[in-house]
C-alpha cells in the first residue's frame, strides 16, 4: 500500500538472492552485465578497447563496474588500465554517487546525474595539456547496450571527444 521507493529501506530477506538493483539503482540497470566496445576519437582516427562487467552488489543496493581500456601503442604493444567503480543511490530518485579506484591508485568521487535520456557527470579533462576546461561522460540506453560519450570544453561549450557503442556479451 506504499510506494516501492518508500519500502525499500524496510527490505530485508535473508533467504533468496537479490540478483537485480534496488528500486532506487533502477535507472542504471541498462549497465548490468558484460559489455565489449571499440572507442573511437572524435578528432582522430584512432580507436581504442573496452570491457565493461556491470553487477548488483551487497543485496541491489551499488551496482559495481568492473571495466577495462586497452590502447594500441604505435609500437605494437598494448597499453591497459583497469578500474572499479562503485555506485549508489543518494537522497533523490535522479542522483547517484560513485567512488572510482584505478590501477594507478587514483580514487575519485562522482556525483552522477539521471536524466531522461541517460545518465551524466563531470569528469577530469582529457590529455596532459591544458586545452580543455571541463569534461563530462555521458551514457545512454541503447537496444544493443550503451553508449558512452566523453564531452570536453575548451571553452567554447561541449563537443564530443570520444564514443564508444558498447555491446552485450551474451553468455
Keep these: 500500500m506504499t510506494s516501492a521507493g518508500s519500502a525499500e529501506r524496510f527490505r530485508f ?3 533468496h538472492d537479490h540478483l537485480k538493483p534496488s528500486v532506487h539503482l533502477m535507472p ?3 549497465l548490468l552485465g558484460h559489455f565489449r566496445g571499440r572507442g573511437k ?3 582522430t582516427s584512432y580507436t581504442f578497447h573496452k570491457e565493461l562487467i556491470g553487477t548488483p552488489e551487497a543485496g541491489g543496493r551499488f551496482i559495481a563496474l568492473r571495466m577495462g581500456v586497452s590502447y594500441p601503442l604505435v609500437d605494437g604493444r598494448t597499453d591497459v588500465h583497469n578500474a572499479l567503480v562503485m555506485v549508489g543511490a543518494q537522497e533523490t530518485p535522479d542522483r547517484f554517487i560513485a567512488h572510482a579506484y584505478t590501477d ?3 580514487f575519485r568521487q562522482y556525483s552522477v546525474e539521471g ?4 545518465l551524466r557527470f563531470d569528469d577530469m579533462p582529457p590529455g596532459h595539456e591544458k586545452r580543455w576546461r571541463r569534461a563530462r561522460k555521458v551514457l545512454r540506453s541503447t537496444p544493443a547496450g550503451f553508449e558512452e560519450q566523453l564531452q570536453v570544453d575548451g571553452g567554447e561549450g561541449f563537443v564530443p571527444y570520444y564514443t564508444i557503442a558498447m555491446h552485450r556479451v551474451e553468455p
Excluded at 536524466?115 to 541517460?118: D, I
Design 104 to 106: 594507478a591508485g587514483i
Design 115 to 118: 536524466t531522461e535520456v541517460g
Design 41 to 43: 576519437y572524435a578528432m
Design 28 to 30: 542504471l540497470q541498462f
Design 13 to 15: 530477506d535473508p533467504v
